[in-house]
C-alpha cells in the first residue's frame, strides 16, 4: 500500500522529533490532530546550555514500542487513553519515529493550521488534498493525501 504510508518505515531513529512545542499539552494536541500519529513524547530535559528541548515526537502504530515508566522531563501518552488520563511521566522508546515535520496527515486547512500555530519555530502551514513528496532514498515522488506541510521560519519542508 504505497499512499502515504511507506514513508512510515524511513525513519531509523528516536531522536527524530516533529519540532517543538511550548509544552506537553501542545505536543499532544499536535498528535492528536496528525491523522498517521498514534503515540507522542515531550522531551522537556535541560541542554548543556540550561535551556530545556521542548521536542515533540510522533510515534506511528506499526513501530516496536518500549514504554519507560518514570522519566523526570519527559511526558508521553496515546490516543486510546481518556483525554484525562493522556498525560504521564514516562517515554517511548520506538525503532522508528515518525521522521519528521514533513509527515503530517491532517483531515482540513484547519487541522494544519493548528499544529502550523502550535510548533515553536513555524511559520504557518500548508495544506493539500494530494501532494507529491520526493521519498528519501527511492526514485519518484509519493502521492501523500491530507499533506500538511509545516514552514519552518528558516527553510519549507
Given at each position: 500500500?504505497?499512499?502515504?504510508?511507506?514513508?512510515?518505515?524511513?525513519?531509523?531513529?528516536?531522536?527524530?522529533?516533529?519540532?517543538?512545542?511550548?509544552?506537553?499539552?501542545?505536543?499532544?494536541?499536535?498528535?492528536?490532530l496528525?491523522?498517521?500519529?498514534?503515540f507522542?513524547?515531550?522531551?522537556?530535559?535541560?541542554t548543556?546550555?540550561?535551556?530545556?528541548?521542548?521536542?515533540?515526537h510522533?510515534?506511528?502504530?506499526?513501530?516496536?514500542?518500549?514504554?519507560?515508566?518514570n522519566?523526570?522531563?519527559?511526558?508521553?501518552?496515546?490516543?486510546?487513553?481518556p483525554?484525562?488520563?493522556?498525560?504521564h511521566?514516562?517515554?517511548?522508546?520506538?525503532?522508528?519515529?515518525?521522521?519528521?515535520?514533513?509527515?503530517?496527515?491532517?483531515?482540513?486547512?484547519?487541522?494544519?493550521?493548528?499544529?502550523?500555530?502550535?510548533?515553536?519555530?513555524c511559520?504557518g502551514?500548508?495544506?493539500?488534498?494530494?501532494?507529491?513528496?520526493?521519498?528519501?532514498?527511492?526514485e519518484?515522488?509519493?502521492?501523500?493525501?491530507?499533506?500538511?506541510?509545516?514552514?519552518?521560519?528558516?527553510?519549507?519542508?
Amino acid at each position: 500500500m504505497k499512499l502515504g504510508l511507506s514513508f512510515l518505515f524511513l525513519g531509523n531513529a528516536s531522536a527524530n522529533y516533529m519540532f517543538h512545542t511550548q509544552g506537553e499539552f501542545e505536543c499532544k494536541a499536535t498528535c492528536d490532530l496528525n491523522r498517521v500519529c498514534q503515540f507522542w513524547t515531550f522531551d522537556n530535559r535541560e541542554t548543556e546550555d540550561g535551556k530545556r528541548r521542548h521536542e515533540c515526537h510522533h510515534h506511528h502504530i506499526h513501530a516496536s514500542i518500549n514504554l519507560i515508566k518514570n522519566q523526570p522531563n519527559f511526558r508521553c501518552g496515546s490516543m486510546s487513553e481518556p483525554l484525562s488520563q493522556r498525560s504521564h511521566e514516562c517515554r517511548f522508546q520506538y525503532s522508528t519515529d515518525l521522521p519528521s515535520a514533513r509527515y503530517i496527515q491532517t483531515t482540513s486547512k484547519v487541522e494544519c493550521d493548528k499544529i502550523g500555530s502550535m510548533c515553536k519555530e513555524c511559520d504557518g502551514a500548508q495544506w493539500y488534498r494530494y501532494h507529491d513528496v520526493e521519498v528519501d532514498g527511492e526514485e519518484g515522488k509519493e502521492k501523500i493525501p491530507g499533506h500538511c506541510s509545516i514552514r519552518f521560519k528558516q527553510e519549507l519542508l
